[in-house]
């Protein structure tokens, strides 16, 4: 099936209806989740199914992934790849270590994908986690779902006629957290450090940090220019424009939170004072609400203090 018609016999819209499950880092029934594909350049896809979205580089070297959603959906993402091109996925490159990203990976490994991430990703996927927010207990990933290659601060490939160039920033959606930049597609993957049309979730558990968020998708912006297709975490497909207005609305509320934890109100102050609301209409109605999102931006703040008290 050519990819147009594949797009077209794919609901849109069930991607949206798949959040609440598409977050959570434990592996969750999307076995009936459809997955749908747009394309991006002739070389590169989005797909969207449940859990984070895909990047895709397609060429005469193979198929680049960025990120794997579940396993239960990898038998839909290697047909919908089949479709458009019968060569392998060679690599598989982990923007973070969430199960949503990365549940694929023993599947893909299997069939001969080699996966890279950053050390930490391999270091929190090798033993159990503990996502305060959402209450989840996560196991370690079998041998085959862990990372082969690790990084620490950059990596590129030399693929399809591109420079994929992933690296690593500061501790931000986590501690592990890689952008995929592919230069000559003009295309770059922000993994959960963009969470397109929606208050993010800040894994604070896992050392994230709303200043590392905010200096991220600061960095990014002045990466990239108007024409750049921004594929982000959770959310639709992207640009520069919308990017920036995401890093607004992060940096209004950070600023307003931390005025509140300055001034040493607890977080049911903090909550009462309703730091977020003039952006609640426009970013609060998705999986991370109002109250959630302020309780992970006040969690991080908190944190940031008692660690400069430290030093
Ligand atoms: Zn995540």
């Given at each position: 099936?050519?990819?147009?018609?594949?797009?077209?016999?794919?609901?849109?819209g069930?991607?949206?209806?798949a959040?609440?499950?598409?977050?959570?880092?434990?592996?969750p029934?999307v076995?009936?989740?459809?997955?749908?594909?747009?394309?991006?350049?002739?070389?590169?896809?989005?797909l969207?199914?449940?859990?984070?979205?895909?990047?895709v580089?397609?060429?005469?070297?193979?198929i680049?992934l960025?990120?794997?959603?579940?396993a239960?959906?990898?038998?839909k993402?290697?047909?919908?790849?089949?479709?458009i091109?019968?060569?392998?996925?060679?690599?598989?490159?982990?923007?973070h270590?969430?199960?949503?990203?990365?549940?694929g990976?023993e599947?893909?490994?299997k069939?001969?994908?080699?996966?890279v991430?950053?050390d930490?990703?391999?270091?929190r996927?090798?033993?159990?986690?503990?996502i305060?927010?959402f209450?989840?207990?996560?196991?370690?990933?079998p041998?085959?779902g862990?990372?082969?290659v690790?990084f620490?601060?950059a990596?590129t490939?030399?693929?399809?006629?591109?420079?994929?160039?992933a690296f690593?920033?500061d501790?931000?959606?986590?501690?592990?957290?890689?952008?995929v930049?592919?230069?000559k597609?003009?295309?770059?993957?922000?993994?959960?450090?963009y969470?397109?049309g929606?208050y993010?979730?800040i894994?604070?558990?896992s050392?994230?940090?709303?200043?590392?968020?905010?200096?991220?998708?600061?960095?990014?912006?002045?990466?990239?220019?108007?024409?750049?297709?921004?594929?982000?975490?959770?959310?639709?497909?992207s640009?520069?424009?919308?990017l920036?207005?995401?890093?607004?609305?992060?940096t209004?509320?950070?600023?307003?939170?931390?005025?509140?934890?300055?001034?040493k109100?607890?977080?049911?102050?903090?909550?009462?004072?309703?730091?977020?609301?003039?952006?609640?209409e426009?970013?609060?109605?998705?999986?991370?609400?109002?109250?959630?999102?302020?309780?992970?931006?006040?969690?991080?703040?908190?944190?940031e203090?008692?660690?400069?008290?430290r030093?």
């Open positions: 099936m050519h990819f147009k018609e594949i797009a077209r016999f794919v609901a849109t069930l991607a949206i209806a959040i609440p499950v598409a977050l959570r880092a434990q592996q029934d076995s009936k989740a459809p997955v749908s594909l747009i394309r991006l350049t002739e070389n590169m896809l989005m969207v199914g449940a859990g984070g979205n895909i990047g580089s397609i060429g005469e070297d193979g680049f960025v990120d794997d959603q579940y239960p959906l990898t038998p993402i290697l047909a919908v790849l089949d479709s091109d019968k060569r392998s996925v060679r690599f598989v490159l982990n923007t270590w969430h199960g949503d990203h990365t549940g990976n599947n893909l490994g069939v001969g994908a080699l996966i991430a950053h930490n990703v391999r270091k996927m090798s033993v159990e986690q503990f305060k927010a209450g989840d207990t996560v196991p370690p990933s041998k085959g862990l990372p082969v690790t620490t601060e990596v490939f030399h693929l399809n006629d591109d420079e994929i160039h690593h920033v501790p931000a959606h986590t501690d592990g957290d890689a952008v930049w592919f230069k597609s003009n295309v770059v993957h922000m993994g959960d450090l969470f397109n929606l993010p979730f894994d604070v558990s050392g994230g940090s709303v200043q590392g968020m905010i200096t991220a998708v600061d960095r990014v912006s002045a990466m990239i220019n108007d024409n750049t297709r921004v594929i982000p975490g959770h959310g639709p497909l640009n520069r424009a919308e920036k207005a995401y890093g607004e609305m992060l209004g509320i950070r600023d307003n939170v931390r005025k509140l934890v300055v001034a109100k607890t977080l049911q102050q903090t909550l009462a004072a309703k730091p977020s609301e003039q952006w609640d426009k970013w609060g109605k998705g999986f991370m609400k109002p109250e959630p999102f302020i309780v992970s931006v006040y969690e991080s703040l908190v944190a203090r008692a660690k400069g008290r030093k």
